[in-house]
């Protein structure tokens, strides 16, 4: 018995002392340390954002208030370009065609991305090659896509109207028509975004519970049922989420395609607000106007975005209302 207890007190005194808590280790608790964590995470882009977004947009706001000329002096003029705005035929026009712009292109895009990430999401023999096709656009620059569509949709020497010649029918010029330029934007814009949004519905819909698809099944629910009752409601947060991405890129993006594709036209057909806003700034150096143009379009996008999250989110198609 003896020396059972002489050997414990051997290997107590040779076991290893544990080592005291850090200073820093006891002083923080395991909720500061992971905010601590997460601000050093977050912090790379924030500082990004607050150097190349916040940063520009007050110095445009502040800028707005001046007329700038081409040799780079600045006079004040307060809310001279403001009423200028007002007055601007040719801005609202511009709001006008992008009004249109966007009110065709979101709810098409939108529809499109949902339907292609429930065909990829089956699991059928070589779909993981059919979404790399259907992404590749995405990542192609939006200029190359514009020189690209460009000639493809010549009216002369297009490969659209050689094919429509060919099948017996009239070519159309596609981007001569101020009825259907616009039109070839939006079908072109659909075409680029489709795959990226197809990503993001994709995971949205892998993050759905299967469960509850074989419990529907043994109801005996059909696929428009099953889609209805359980797919779109559990959809709903990745549905606000590509609803008012597509909606801002749908506002302030689109530029590059537009300066190669038809730059602005015909008969300013295709003007969108960012554009008239470039052409401004940079075709005819009124920095001033254009930064006060700028800043009422930012405007616009902050209030459709709170539109749209009043309605998916904290309005009437919440699930409890």
């Not at 924030?46 to 445009?60: I, R, T, W």
């Not at 403001?82 to 939108?110: A, K, Q």
């Amino acid at each position: 018995m003896s020396s059972v207890a002489a050997q414990d007190h051997r290997s107590a005194a040779t076991a290893p002392a544990e080592a005291p808590a850090s200073p820093a280790r006891r002083g923080m608790s395991r909720k500061h340390r992971e905010w601590l964590a997460a601000g050093l995470f977050l912090a790379p882009d924030v500082l990004g954002l607050l150097v190349f977004v916040a940063v520009p947009m007050v110095l445009s706001v502040g800028l707005s208030f001046f007329q700038v000329s081409g040799f780079g002096s600045y006079e004040w003029i307060g809310l001279g370009n403001y009423e200028r705005m007002m007055d601007d035929p040719l801005f609202w026009d511009s709001m006008r065609i992008t009004g249109l712009y966007v009110v065709i292109l979101v709810p098409v895009l939108f529809c499109v991305s949902l339907a292609l990430g429930l065909l990829v999401k089956q699991k059928l023999p070589g779909m993981g090659v059919y979404r790399t096709v259907l992404f590749m656009p995405y990542v192609i620059s939006l200029v190359v896509v514009g020189v690209l569509w460009k000639f493809l949709l010549d009216e002369q020497t297009g490969t659209v109207n050689r094919a429509m010649r060919a099948a017996g029918l009239d070519g159309e010029s596609w981007l001569g028509s101020p009825s259907l330029a616009l039109a070839c934007v939006i079908a072109v814009m659909v075409w680029v975004m489709m795959g990226y949004y197809m990503i993001i519905f994709l995971a949205g819909l892998q993050e759905i519970p299967k469960e509850y698809y074989e419990a529907a099944k043994l109801d005996g629910s059909g696929p428009w049922t099953t889609f209805r009752t359980i797919t779109w409601p559990l959809l709903r947060p990745t549905s606000f989420f590509v609803l008012l991405m597509s909606t801002v890129a749908a506002i302030t993006g689109g530029l590059d395609l537009i300066f190669v594709l038809t730059d602005g036209g015909p008969a300013n057909g295709t003007s969108l607000a960012i554009f008239y806003i470039y052409q401004q700034a940079f075709g005819f150096g009124e920095y001033g106007y254009a930064s006060a143009m700028g800043s009422f379009l930012v405007l616009i996008m902050v209030a459709v975005s709170a539109v749209i999250f009043k309605l998916t989110r904290g309005g009437r198609f919440d699930d409890g209302e």
